[in-house]
């Protein structure tokens, strides 16, 4: 299915649409508001910017000096090729502690991996313990957004879901109400969990360990109970010196919610007394868009949403019409790299108005690498059929100016006595399914300039 196509399904409740729209752009103007407050704002992103292209340029010796110290500090350190590795050790870890429990903070990374199905299948319980993952696994469906993963539910949507699965009263949508529910029925699964998986934010070379940022402290608590912790994180985590965590923890909550911080910034250098902490350090991928020049700079990314929050496409289409794990605009730069053919459609999910490189915070030029895919896309022929065959007749059209102005000059005139049922016949132009065509001139602009030049 193409983005369009899954996209539809979105659209077509149109109160929800609207909603949604709303919801992400007033994080995206609360965003705001914490960025204008900075005077230091532009000068953070790009000492972000800078460090990151530095790290990424060393990643690899950045990544021993990460193994160094943290196996060091007591940390088992694992190192995984691919998401199948990334899960295997995961349940080999939990096999050996005769684990049957495992809680989950949010980590976009287990997500990629399917490491959920797979744990399940294993006959692994696994507990999600983010308020929204937990809401979304009730559902059965995966994230929407990679910081609010159940946006595109209402409360309405959530009491139904605590009512199936919690037996809350039916119809009670009150979201303090729901949240303590939420809340009576994870303190149950943090006191039995044999083993809690968090992601990682950012992992320092220099001292070993890592920080995880949350807004609930469920990562706290699942791995300050449980008597093993391991820790899932991408090779792009990485940053060289703790005094480098300040300028990405500034960045981080106030481009994804408009906060100050995150509620929860937890340090973890080693582990605690009698408990044992596990590092996962996983490429699925990341090597070889860190190989395209045109696209490592993906990698720098902090996952903080705020592209998506801003992009007038992914606000109105909903994270799920992208099918990868990483939605919007980052996802639609990431996901090519993955498998081109599935997600060929996605660099052209986009405006190209470039608002999610003005706003990320790290300064990844998203809306360049989106351009760059398409040229990649199209020149391999990975396109759905219609499409491609259309650009390359509109490629032929545009550069041919003569060709052009005379296939103008037709087209003017057929707009003019063309019935509006034609031209806004959705199967024939669904361009015009929610727009008015534009009245067709009498001139085209090199016509009116030709006439009017002296
Ligand atoms: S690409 Fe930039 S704005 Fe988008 S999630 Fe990553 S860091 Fe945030």
Known sequence: MTHAQAAKRFTADVDRTTWHDGALWFVRQKRDRMAYSLPEWEELRE???????????????????????????????????????????????????????????????????????????????????????????????????????????????????????????EGASDPQFLTETARQHLRGHFVAADVALSGVNFAIA?????????????????????????????????????????????????SATGQLSTTYTSHFHRPRPGQELHVIIVDNGRVEQLGRPDFRASLKCIRCGACMNTCPVYRRSGGHSYDYTVPGPIGSILSPNVDLKKHSTLPFASTLCGSCSDVC??????????????????????????????????????????????????ARRMLASTPSALTHNGTINPWAIAREMPEPPKQSFREWYAANQK
């Not at 049957?100 to 999600?128: A, Y």
């Not at 402290?217 to 991408?234: E, K, R, Y």
């Open 361 to 410: 915070p790290v300064k990844i030029d998203i809306h360049v690498q989106l351009y760059k895919w398409r040229q990649i896309i199209g020149g391999q022929k990975a396109m759905p059929a219609g499409k491609r065959v259309g650009m390359q007749l509109l490629a032929k059209v545009l550069a041919r100016p003569r060709l052009y102005a005379r296939l103008g000059r037709v």
């Open 47 to 169: 000492l972000a910017s800078q460090i990151k292209n530095h790290t990424l340029s060393r990643l690899d010796e950045y990544l021993e000096e990460f193994e160094r110290n943290a196996t060091a500090n007591g940390i088992r350190v694992h190192w995984a090729a691919n998401a199948q590795e990334h899960n295997e050790i995961v349940l080999q870890i939990i096999r050996q502690h005769n684990g049957k429990r495992l809680v989950k903070s949010k980590s976009m990374l287990t997500e990629e991996c399917h490491l959920n199905p797979f744990l399940i299948k294993e006959g692994i319980e696994v507990v999600d313990t983010d308020l929204g993952e937990r809401i979304i696994q009730f559902n059965d469906e995966p994230p929407s957004h990679i910081v609010l993963p159940a946006i595109h539910l209402k409360k309405e949507d959530v009491g139904q879901i605590f009512h199936k699965h919690l037996g809350t009263p």
């Open 206 to 254: 220099e001292t070993g360990g890592f920080v995880v940022c949350t807004n609930e402290g469920n990562a706290d608590l699942g791995v300050t109970l449980a008597p093993v912790h391991i820790a899932s994180m991408g090779i792009e985590k990485m940053i060289p010196r703790l005094d480098h965590l300040g300028v990405y923890t500034r960045l981080l909550a106030r």
